[in-house]
């Protein structure tokens, strides 16, 4: 009868020691016990807490969905939950444009190619609290954009969207837009140069015109960069904390506020851990509940 061995257990080389065999494994162990811990581990423990009445410090006592209850009926809450789609989808819908329409100027060979390259990526190598400063120069309306263009002659330009509850939401995604177009530019035009060139001069012998071989062969076979973009992406807009910070700090009152801030508010500086713990869990469920459909649909494609 033949002997079946484990997928995960190397074939032993004759002459081959413990540590030859598992020495990968071993390496990569501590690193593996650390994630456990500090990612897994503690994820638990913030979903723990959210059942439990803790304030300043954690606490034991199960109190059920008490947080969530009570968080649902906040309203700084809704408005911070109501902001995360406005700027998620503006976000990442205009990252991607951009980022994509960058990528295939670059593929086609223009001049100078790496001076506009650089200066795509320059953005992404300073961090978003110095992105939000710079940004809250250029919307101030006493020395910013407004101030400049008046001075020019235009009295009537109005450039205020930091003061503007309405649109303070919108002077965040133009920041963060960016901020983060040029790491999208440069994970599409990385895909696209590893496209097989057979394909597009056949597609040109074929007498395909230039838009064409883009928009139905080069840019359908960007599906795994357009799933790496999109969830990191969806990563950056959960985690933007100190671009709401600097920028707009919540404001005009809470108007511009996310759900990262109202957790760092609540935890850490209004003694609610139990509620700022809610709010995490919520972020995280609606991240899974996003991205999860959408892996599960592009895994799922033939290839």
């Known amino acids: 009868m033949p002997r079946f061995r484990s997928a995960f257990l190397p074939s032993p080389i ?4 413990f540590f030859d065999r598992y020495a990968a494994r071993l390496a990569l162990a501590p690193t593996a016990v650390v994630a456990a811990v500090f990612l ?5 423990w913030t979903g723990w807490i959210s059942l439990t009445n803790s304030t300043l410090l954690p606490r034991n006592d199960f109190a059920g969905l008490a947080q969530y209850a009570k ?3 906040n309203p700084r809450w809704l408005v911070a939950y109501g902001n995360l789609f406005i700027y998620g989808v503006c976000f990442i819908g205009f990252c991607v444009a951009i980022g994509l329409s960058l990528a295939i100027l670059l593929d086609r060979r ?12 320059y953005p992404l190598a300073i961090s978003f ?5 710079a940004w809250r120069w250029i919307m101030d309306p006493t020395m910013g954009l407004q101030a400049a263009v008046q001075g020019w002659g235009w009295s009537g330009f109005s450039f205020d969207w930091l003061n503007d509850p309405n649109r303070a939401i919108y002077a965040l995604v133009i920041a963060g837009v960016w901020q983060s177009s040029g790491f999208v530019m440069a994970v599409f035009l990385a895909a696209l140069r590893g496209i097989d060139d057979e394909i597009v001069k056949a597609a040109r012998i074929d007498g395909a ?3 064409k071989i883009y928009a139905f062969i080069l840019v359908p076979m960007l599906r795994p960069a357009f799933l790496t973009v999109i969830v990191l992406l969806a990563v950056a807009v959960l ?11 919540g404001g005009p009152g809470y108007a511009s506020d996310l759900p990262s801030r109202f957790m760092y508010d609540m935890g850490f500086r209004r ?3 139990a509620l700022g713990a809610a709010s995490a869990v919520i972020m995280f469920a609606t991240f899974l509940a996003i991205i999860l459909p959408y892996l599960a649909s592009e895994l799922r494609r033939p290839r």
């Open 239 to 249: 985690r933007n904390f100190d671009l709401v910070v600097v920028l707009t700090g």
């Open 110 to 121: 223009v001049r100078g190619e790496g001076l506009w390259r650089a200066i795509y990526l």
């Open 71 to 73: 968080l649902w009926s």
């Open 129 to 133: 609290v110095v992105t939000g400063t």
């Open 271 to 273: 003694d609610q851990l």
């Open 40 to 44: 897994y581990g503690f994820a638990g």
């Open 14 to 17: 004759k002459g081959e020691g």
């Open 209 to 211: 015109p230039t838009w």
